[in-house]
């Protein structure tokens, strides 16, 4: 558990931080903080003063501050997002791989959970990938809808959260069927939505109960 889940987790966190400093992006951060503070305490000073025109913009030093420190950030930005990727991608196998050789053995070694995980793990991957592309268009979707029509906007959002809430339960074991039964990603959401469509109320609260542990 220590290698699949802490240490990429640590190792990409390390590169990131030795890449914040290395690039300056502290310092940087910190001449925009006392900007800010110069910014506002002159702004407070000269507040009475009729010498201010009234649609000057006293922010403007900081707006350009600012945009010049996001564009330097930018290649810490993309290396930041390619990092966390591999490491969610390691920590998923890791995952994938301990559940995997739970759910069929009650002891094993190392080399076996690896073996379990190599047998689903892109299939998982594919499952994660097919539900956050559901989830953002899904989410697209209610926010155009909630946004043009009106006052039924908000009652669109609430059945939409809802029906959100009622699919989402209903795929909840999509990923042990993947790692326990070999299914596919689609065969695996359509036997989970078989599977909780006569106990969803059931199902939903142990989800509830477990998350209430858990925080």
């Not at 009234?54 to 010049?68: G, R």
């Amino acid at each position: 558990q220590l290698v699949y889940y802490i240490l990429p987790s640590l190792i990409a966190v390390a590169i990131i931080v030795a890449l914040f400093y290395s690039m300056g992006l502290y310092e940087g951060l910190k001449g925009l903080y006392t900007t800010y503070i110069s910014i506002v305490q002159q702004t407070m000073l000269s507040a009475s003063s009729s010498s201010v025109p009234a649609d000057y913009n006293v922010f403007l030093p900081l707006q350009s501050s600012f945009l010049a420190l996001l564009y330097q950030a930018i290649p810490f930005i993309l290396v930041a997002i390619v990092l966390g990727i591999i490491s969610s991608l390691f920590v998923l196998f890791g995952y994938t791989s301990i559940a995997a050789a739970t759910l069929k053995k009650k002891s094993f070694s190392f080399s076996e959970a690896v073996r379990e995980g190599k047998k689903s793990y892109w299939k998982v991957v594919g499952l994660i990938l097919w539900l956050f592309i559901v989830c953002i268009v899904y989410l697209l979707v209610i926010s155009f809808l909630s946004s043009v029509l009106g006052v039924l906007g908000f009652l669109v959002l609430i059945v939409g959260v809802v029906f959100g809430i009622w699919v989402i339960t209903s795929w909840t074991f999509a990923f042990y069927l993947i790692v326990a039964g070999g299914k596919g990603v689609f065969a695996s959401l359509g036997e989970s939505w078989r599977m909780v469509k006569n106990r969803w109320w059931k199902t939903a609260g142990y989800l509830l109960l477990f998350m209430l542990i858990m925080v």
